[in-house]
């Protein structure tokens, strides 16, 4: 009796502990967020008009809240403080503003797949952030979508009486993509997307060594000085084989004594992107694959001889040995791995602010191949932004959260963002900020983490991602007199800046959108939930692996089929309507 | 078929609420796994819906527009259709049919073997794989097949042959991979439900069959396997449910630009479909074609099976 009496009871305890524990799984995941934010809210509420709170607080006091910000962006993840209350630029912020920053952070295999699924589940905070560097970005049909329904806060009208957004509605001042396609969008009834890291001047066309990035196919220094090539007079397809040819038969070895390939992948690992840098000279496509015939009218390359053009190029790099199998698939940790033992004779990408470049010497910059124009210029088409906020519907008091960011993307929020605390980790010299010997020190030492937990400002990337990230109406050395905090004074990246001195870049300006932007139009709604799920670049490398040159045309036939059905002469039709009514809607050159 | 257990009819001839007092500590047990399946299996089938409708971030699941089968019919006229169902099916084919016997073999093996140490560090060593995430098992195949350097393709060119050979970037070698990685993965793992089917066996049976001059064989042929038989049909007939689902995972992450033709399937096209692109209810839709047909299949292999065997699900 005894023995069923305490078997029941052990039962009844395990199944309500079950029970329990089933049912505490149910909650909503954002309720604790939402009521952390809520008594703040209150307060600000109950506190009264700016005028009667702040007395005897500073006159950049917003309120006595708590503003909660879900990051879609990895860098911003994975360089946050591990205790933001007693950070002191989270501390500053909240001394100055009254705003206690909470940054919120879900790592995936894909930020834009999280931001997707947290909008389609309601459970965003106050304020999201993500990338986004302009309207053809993965993330902007998912942004549009929550936008048009409603799921954002309007801030047309804070903007007016803004500081610095304010010039977000100055003619000229955004660029055309930022201002038609994602701030000022016709089809919104108000302004919802707040598109970030937009230069205060237009610097695009200028090429400035100080804090320009010199990036692209690079080159291993002693290779390039034993074939006595002049690196930047590589130009041509032709080139650039004969170079590949000449490394290949040159007998080089890597640091374990084994042959080196010609062609390696990218410093981040393999990618179909490096597709643009080995086959610069015949990328027709310049607008993301379109481009104009030689009749004028619109055409995806697939539908011209250079997509083969492209493939035979690149399956006769392969089939000779010059690059290596893995080139678009290796993963980062290998590519990393091939480009520091010198397995690779050229990087397919990488750039001189990567430690393995500044710091070692052994690389340059080769080319940059000639465009499809014969132009050695890179391409850019004016200003153009990086990353995009948006405040929640749902949020309380929208125009408080406004009025932080406004005051962060001011002279002196910038300050505090990119520098910290005066007196803490820079002092003011000739009325510029000057980093002091411990911070630049951790800086030139890249001691990431000391920078993040004991100072807590973005210090141009190197430190707390966020502040950097947020940045907007940005000119830091009109205003702090260096490209990035302790540039000025850094014997780190001396090198990197030497390494752009000596391999300066040109730019040629092409203004206009790239083709695929105009799938956002309204009309052409269907076309693109049929264009997304196709990728051409993927399609060239599959017909590269092709088996034989029949089977690798196939796949390409099979591709133009594809886009064909799915609407390709519906979106050129109304691109070249685009086009046809202001030539520099869209980015064509050839 | 059997005749019914008499405790059993007599527990059922008793009034509901009789029973519940008598055995409320199994029904309070049964509790948490009834929360289970309405919270995580039958309330989330109201998201059906979800394939009909056009779905609102803000209006939320039931309050979006209904868009009737515009999804299916762009499904079904679209371009990918087709290399989409044909890829998914051959990976149903290869996962559920082609590697369908081999645990049944290796339990029919294991059963066999007569040292239990031998047996045990067996079914250890074929279990283990199991437990490992599919990603490592992939990076693991990676480096296997690697070019030049890879495991195989320095076996190769030792025997003389050509080294250089990408199996992932080929087409032609993809459901080769699939299938030598999936069975290296789950066959210890799917042999136990056979294992346990072979040690519910009367051992009198094989005592019986030794006396009567039975080799191991023929043990195996005339007591085992039907002895077994209804097990198999089980396990068969709820692996055919699976026909029209890939699996992602290991699809997923062993997907490249030069397999890819042959390596989309509808479970990663939904995942590309519905959440990189926002289109929540194309992807709803195309769940729904699977699971309609996966419970197509189901019910039919279940009446083919009753008929051909008398082993049924229901």
């Known amino acids: ?590 | 078929m059997s005749k019914r257990n008499p405790s059993v009819a007599y527990i059922q001839k008793k009034p509901l609420g009789k029973r519940l007092l008598k055995f409320w500590p199994l029904y309070v047990m049964l509790v948490p796994c009834i929360i289970y399946y309405i919270l995580f299996c039958y309330i989330p089938m109201g998201g059906i819906v979800l394939a009909f409708k056009d779905y609102s971030f803000k209006k939320g699941i039931y309050g979006s527009d209904w868009v009737g089968f515009r999804y299916f019919k762009t499904f079904f006229t679209s371009y990918d259709c087709g290399r989409l169902l044909r890829n998914t099916l051959t990976v149903g084919l290869i996962k559920c049919i082609l590697e369908f016997p081999f645990a049944i073999i290796l339990a029919l093996m294991l059963n066999e073997i007569k040292s239990y140490r031998f047996k045990k560090i067996s079914q250890t060593i074929t279990y283990l794989p199991h437990f490992l995430s599919s990603v490592i098992i992939i990076t693991m195949m990676q480096r296997i097949l690697a070019p030049n350097n890879g495991v195989l393709n320095q076996v190769i060119s030792a025997m003389g042959g050509d080294g250089s050979t990408f199996f992932l970037m080929k087409a032609k070698y993809f459901y080769q991979i699939l299938f030598g990685m999936d069975i290296w993965k789950n066959i210890g793992w799917d042999s136990i439900m056979y294992l346990a089917a072979i040690a519910g066996i009367d051992p009198t049976l094989y005592e019986a069959a030794e006396i009567d001059g039975c080799n191991r064989l023929k043990r195996m042929r005339y007591i085992t396997i039907p002895g077994i038989r209804g097990t198999i049909g089980l396990l068969f007939i709820m692996g055919v449910g699976g026909l029209l689902s890939s699996g992602f995972d290991q699809i997923f992450l062993l997907r490249t630009p030069g397999n890819m033709s042959v390596a989309d399937t509808l479970d990663t096209f939904v995942v590309r479909v519905g959440l990189q692109n926002g289109q929540f209810g194309y992807a709803t839709s195309i769940g729904l074609i699977q699971g309609i047909v996966g419970l197509i299949l189901v019910v039919s292999a279940n009446k083919i099976c009753k008929r051909m065997t008398e082993v049924s699900l229901w």
């Open chain 1, 1 to 590: 009796m005894k023995s069923t009496v305490f078997k029941k009871a052990i039962a009844l305890v395990a199944a309500m502990t079950l029970t329990m524990g089933a049912l505490a799984g149910c909650g909503r995941g954002g309720s604790s967020g939402s009521s952390a934010s809520t008594p703040a809210s209150n307060a600000t509420s109950q506190g009264g008009s700016a005028q009667t709170s702040t007395d005897g607080k500073p006159d950049t006091w917003i309120a006595d809240r708590k503003v909660t910000i879900q990051a879609y962006v990895d860098d911003i993840g994975y360089a946050l403080p591990e205790d933001t209350a007693n950070n002191p630029v989270f501390q500053e912020i909240k001394k100055r503003t009254g705003i206690e920053l909470e940054i919120l952070y879900t790592p995936s295999d894909s930020d834009s797949k999280t931001l997707a699924a947290q909008l389609a589940a309601g459970t965003i905070p106050d304020m999201i952030v993500c990338y986004l560097n302009n309207s053809v970005r993965k993330e902007f049909p998912i942004l549009y979508k929550a936008a048009k329904e409603g799921m954002f806060a309007d801030v047309s009208e804070f903007m007016k009486n803004s500081k610095v957004y304010k010039k977000y509605m100055e003619p000229g001042y955004l660029p055309d993509d930022t201002y038609k396609n994602i701030v000022f969008r016709e089809d919104f009834d108000g302004v919802y997307l707040m598109h970030l890291s937009i230069d205060a001047q237009d610097h695009s066309t200028e090429f400035d060594p100080n804090k320009d990035y010199v990036g692209g196919l690079m080159i291993q220094k002693k290779i390039a000085d034993a074939l006595g090539v002049d690196v930047k007079k590589v130009r041509t397809l032709d080139d650039f084989y004969n170079l590949l040819v000449a490394i290949k038969n040159g007998g080089f070895t890597d640091d374990n004594g084994n042959p080196v390939y010609p062609l390696g992948p990218k410093y981040w690992g393999g990618s179909v992107d490096t597709i643009d840098n080995i086959c610069r000279p015949i990328d027709w496509g310049v607008s993301d694959g379109y481009n104009l015939d030689e009749n004028g009218k619109v055409k995806h390359e697939i539908e011209t001889e250079y997509a083969w053009k492209k493939v035979e190029f690149m399956r006769k790099l392969l089939a000779e040995g010059l690059m290596n199998p893995e080139f678009f698939t290796m993963d980062s940790t290998r590519s990393e791995e091939v480009s520091r033992n010198h397995n690779s004779a050229i990087m397919a990408d990488c750039h001189n602010y990567v430690d393995l470049v500044y710091e070692t010497n052994d690389w340059v910059p080769l080319g940059i191949l000639n465009n499809i124009a014969g132009q050695q210029s890179k391409v850019t088409n004016g200003k153009s932004g990086y990353g995009c906020w948006a405040i929640s519907a749902e949020a309380k008091n929208p125009e408080e959260i406004f009025k932080l960011f406004d005051y962060l993307a001011s002279e002196e929020g910038q300050l505090l963002c990119e520098y910290g605390v005066e007196g803490l980790s820079y002092n003011m010299v000739d009325g510029k900020p000057v980093l002091t010997p411990e911070v630049q020190q951790h800086l030139d030492a890249s001691d990431h983490e000391w920078l993040i937990n004991n100072i807590g400002a973005g210090f141009g990337g190197a430190g707390c991602v966020f502040f950097d990230f947020m940045m907007t109406d940005v000119d830091p050395e009109v205003r702090f007199g260096e490209s990035r905090p302790g540039s000025g004074t850094a014997t780190v990246y001396e090198n990197a800046v030497k390494l752009a001195k000596e391999y300066p870049v040109t730019y040629v300006l092409v203004k206009g959108l790239k083709a695929s932007a105009f799938l956002n139009a309204t009309e052409m709604a269907d076309v693109k939930a049929q264009m997304s799920t196709l990728n051409y670049k993927e399609t060239l490398v599959q017909a590269t692996y092709a088996d034989s040159e029949k089977e690798a045309r196939k796949i390409l036939d099979s591709f133009k089929k594809q886009l064909e059905s799915a609407g390709l002469a519906q979106l050129e039709e109304y691109v070249q309507k685009v086009y046809d009514a202001d030539h520099d809607a869209v980015q064509f050159y050839k």
